[in-house]
């Protein structure tokens, strides 16, 4: 959904329903002005923890944050800084945790639920040597399930289903469902999109 369209949306609902879409872009907003690498239209909806240093955070129009989410991006100065990249028409469930040490990088239209972790780091070693980070990537139009759990160097395809509860080591191909914990590809997916005809997936800037 574009800011046009939401506004034209706007018009059409109860005033009470529009006041609160309107404060909680407002508050997007804002937040993205003081916290994020560009400004844009973000749905807040309360309680959203900032945990920024040596590192950016961008969040697209129309992505909406649910209560609780936490965005922890923390390089490890001069280069080695951070990146958290959110596309346009995400959403991102309650309380879920992105902990970038690195990069994570959420693709448009994809929904995550609530109570997930992704991470492209450990915060420790197994080894006592350095910390591993490697970056994330999921693409455009993913879903991942409730209490999933994305770890380092994962890349999720375009259209991917991630089920309730799984534990993500490796990467998943394009428009297939994954489940358990470790998870594996449990079958071809052909679209979730089709029950949200809002979620439009457009290029990424
Ligand atoms: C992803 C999901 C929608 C897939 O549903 P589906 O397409 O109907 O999948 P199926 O029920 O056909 O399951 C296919 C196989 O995966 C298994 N499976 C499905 N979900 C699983 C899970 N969360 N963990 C482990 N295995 C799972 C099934 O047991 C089945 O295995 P089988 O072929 O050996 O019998 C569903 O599994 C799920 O996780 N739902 C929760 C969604 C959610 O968290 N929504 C929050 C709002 S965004």
């Not at 508050?27 to 040596?54: H, K, M, P, Q, T």
């Not at 923390?74 to 990146?83: C, P």
Request: contains cysteine; hydrophobic residues 40%; glycine residues 12%.
């Amino acid at each position: 959904m574009r800011p046009a369209e939401f506004l034209n949306k706007l018009i059409h609902r109860s005033p009470l329903q529009a006041a609160s879409a309107v404060f909680r872009f407002a508050r997007g907003y804002v937040i993205s002005c003081l916290n994020f690498e560009r400004r844009a239209l973000v749905s807040v909806r309360g309680g959203l923890r900032i945990v920024r240093r040596d590192g950016t955070i961008s969040v697209g129009d129309m992505t909406d944050l649910w209560p609780g989410v936490k965005l922890s991006c923390q390089g490890r100065g001069g280069v080695d800084r951070a990146r958290i990249r959110i596309g346009r028409n995400c959403s991102i469930g309650d309380r879920t945790e992105i902990h970038a040490g690195r990069l994570i990088d959420i693709g448009h239209g994809s929904i995550i639920a609530w109570d997930c972790v992704i991470m492209d780091r450990d915060y420790h070693s197994t080894d006592n040597g350095p910390e591993l980070v490697r970056p994330v990537t999921i693409g455009n139009g993913v879903w991942i399930g409730c209490r999933a759990i994305i770890l380092k160097g994962v890349t999720i395809g375009e259209g991917a289903v991630v089920a309730a509860g799984a534990v993500v080591t490796k990467d998943v191909s394009p428009f297939t469902l994954v489940a358990g914990n470790p998870a594996r590809a449990v079958k071809r997916v052909a679209g979730w999109r089709k029950g949200r005809p809002s979620l439009t997936i457009s290029r990424k800037t």
